[in-house]
């Protein structure tokens, strides 16, 4: 049994001043609670002294891992430097090298925006879009994740779609929340994701009055990819009705490729928003795109604010961050691709062996096991309850182990895993599949 004497006083001490015993989305009772101390490479220690290895990666910006000694480095030579300023009263130089780094890495970049969130640059790239088309709506699908504000979290899809393209609040929306705006869902659609069919038919009703497409290409929560021809269809459509479409890269911007699921999928949108990945974890946002979209800010017809936009701790971070991945034609990537092709390899094994059916869908720098049968998912209505009540028990069991995986079941692999650590985590999975 691990210790956890100081684990459960702090977790005592945090609920009597804290509302949840974290600062994040509600998490599930049984979730043990977990106080991290220090980490190092892809390991991660309690204030117990227990040792963990690290498949969270802070829900993924951690790219490079825990304490980098040339991202670490620096981090102290700009502190020693300037720690802050006023965007809008002033701007540094690094500001520059790295848009002009992002413009050559990113195929849509040809201005780009600094902010401090995703959450932010989803509703920049919004307001955008609505100030260029003239039009009110914009269009987003089930599953995805675009920030916690009252018109992108959660909701349900109607029954009819194309005819009720409107999110509503019910039973079963896990991200469902009181004191949202009853006015939010009024201006966005929500439709299931790789669908061809409904997809045409929902833009062949409302397309003229939609300003943008929001779509998380590689869909995070169950880390599920395109149908093939599903992406050049949306964007067909998009050009077809004047709709801007937008890639959110929060995810796969600086993981699946150094320029992103664009890059992947040979896919160029009008606007691409990314998060904290391109920062190595430091808070920092970008909203990319069109010249004549982005130069509406230019111009002050749209407003986009921030007094910490382009802050130098996070440009400096980011700068770093793009350097490491750049060098050796890629060598981090390479390396992140070695390890989780022997870890999905391993696990798949481990799970045949114990005669659990299972599938693991994975593409670079991230991977999810889903419990069933199929030999693909491309929705999260295709999986039953039993297989995301497996899929969750299977979390806890790898924790007990000492592996600490991602809410939803989703592993996120860095460019700090090891062969060791991944000699360790096949040791650790083994014990857990055998206790489900």
């Given at each position: ?162 005819e009720n393209p409107f999110p509503y609040e019910g039973e079963g929306d896990s991200c469902g ?29 409302w397309g003229k009055q939609v300003a943008i497409v929001l779509v998380e290409t590689i869909q ?128 798949r094994e481990i799970l045949k062996r114990h005669g659990i059916k299972a599938l693991v869908q ?75």
């Open positions: 049994m691990k210790s956890d004497t100081r684990t459960m006083e702090l977790h005592e001490r945090a609920m009597k001043v804290m509302p949840g015993p974290q600062s994040n989305l509600r998490m599930p009772i049984s979730i043990r609670p977990t106080f991290i101390e220090r980490g190092r490479g892809a390991r991660l220690w309690d204030v117990d002294g227990n040792e963990y290895i690290d498949y969270m990666i802070a829900a993924g910006p951690g790219v490079l891992g825990q304490s980098n000694p040339e991202f670490i480095n620096a981090m102290k030579n700009q502190l020693d430097k300037l720690l802050y300023s006023v965007s809008g009263a002033s701007q540094t130089p690094m500001e520059v090298d790295l848009a002009e780094s992002l413009i050559r890495i990113i195929p849509c970049a040809e201005k780009v925006r600094f902010l401090l969130s995703g959450t932010e640059a989803v509703q920049l790239a919004i307001r955008l879009a609505r100030g260029y088309t003239g039009r009110r709506y914009f269009l987003r699908f089930e599953g995805s994740y675009h920030g916690w504000l009252d018109n992108v979290l959660g909701g349900l899809v109607h029954d009819d779609p194309v929340t009181a004191g949202r705006d009853p006015a939010a869902f009024e201006q966005c659609f929500c439709i299931p994701y790789n669908d061809f069919d409904l997809l045409e038919k929902v833009l062949a009703r995070a929560s169950g880390v599920l990819s395109p149908r093939p021809g599903y992406l050049e269809h949306l964007q067909s459509l998009c050009r077809k009705y004047g709709i801007i479409l937008c890639f959110d890269e929060v995810v796969t911007g600086f993981r699946v490729a150094l320029g992103g699921a664009q890059e992947l999928f040979g896919i160029t949108p009008d606007l691409a928003i990314y998060g904290k990945a391109l920062s190595g974890g430091f808070p920092l946002a970008a909203l990319a795109g069109r010249r004549d979209i982005m130069d509406l800010l230019l111009r002050s017809k749209v407003v986009g604010a921030g007094t910490f936009n382009g802050y130098p701790l996070g440009i400096s971070a980011a700068l770093t961050t793009v350097k490491i991945l750049e060098r050796d034609n890629g060598a981090m990537f390479k390396q992140v691709d070695r390890v989780q092709t022997r870890l999905v390899e391993g696990l994975s593409v670079r720098g991230i991977f999810i096991v889903h419990f069933t049968d199929k030999d693909v998912i491309w929705s999260m209505r295709e999986l039953k309850k039993e297989a995301l009540d497996k899929s969750y028990q299977f979390r806890l069991r790898l924790a007990d182990e000492g592996i600490l995986i991602l809410f939803g079941g989703r592993w996120l692999i860095t460019g700090a895993h090891t062969e060791e650590d991944i000699d360790r985590t096949l040791e650790c999975a083994e014990k857990a599949v055998s206790r489900l």
